[in-house]
């Protein structure tokens, strides 16, 4: 039976996470290739050592463990290494998004893929889930939670698909610009919509 699958994405510091939390707490298969790609690259993992292989030694922290905030700093600021970095980690990301997707079940299942739209992976999933939030609103939770600089923040978000880019991409749109309970009433109706949609699938087989 194929699952209907819902690709979440949207620009770093938009609310992925929190609405991925919110689709879960109602049994929602939840797949988080950004906790993959941390798994892929822990130490004696394959992906690791070719990191260090294509970056050198200074991308690990004092135990021999990816330095992921010193290899964010590396790529963000250089479109040749981070397309470097992706060679490498993508296609480890997408086979064990695979596996996990094909194990899962459920209804549907939502896939967070935060570079859908970078990486073109449209094809992965049925439908793209888009998690809008404002520039501005971005920009102040990178400071408020990762410590960034106004310019890095800025810099962070430069180098990932525009938000008119993402818009285009999208079939369906989360704006996550006002409070949490609105954000939980967006989640509850696109829930009953998919869970409609999986459904209709389920009978045209």
């Known amino acids: 039976m194929k699952t209907l699958?819902?690709?979440l994405t949207g620009g770093i510091a938009s609310g992925k996470s929190t609405v991925a939390n919110l689709f879960a707490a109602r049994g929602v298969p939840v797949i988080d290739t950004d906790e993959i790609a941390r798994e892929v690259v822990a130490p004696g993992r394959p992906a690791l050592a070719r990191i260090v292989q294509e970056f050198g030694r200074e991308v690990l922290d004092s135990v021999g463990r990816l330095d992921r905030r010193r290899m964010r700093e590396l790529v963000f600021s250089d479109a040749g290494r981070r397309q470097r970095l992706e060679s490498i980690l993508h296609p480890e990301i997408l086979r064990e998004m695979a596996s996990r997707s094909a194990q899962a079940g459920g209804a549907y299942q939502l896939l967070v893929i935060p570079l859908l739209v970078e990486g073109r992976h449209e094809d992965e999933v049925d439908r793209v889930l888009l998690v809008d939030s404002a520039p501005e609103q971005q920009v102040e939770r990178l400071l408020r939670r990762d410590g960034e600089t106004p310019a890095r923040a800025r810099t962070m978000l430069?180098?990932?698909?525009?938000?008119?880019?993402?818009?285009?991409?999208?079939d369906d749109v989360?704006?996550?610009e006002a409070s949490l309970a609105e954000l939980e009433s967006q989640v509850a109706r696109l829930h009953e919509s998919y869970q409609r949609l999986a459904a209709a699938q389920e009978r045209a087989r």
């Open 158 to 170: 430069a180098a990932q698909a525009s938000r008119a880019a993402r818009l285009a991409a999208a």
């Open 174 to 176: 989360i704006r996550n």
């Open 5 to 7: 699958r819902i690709g």
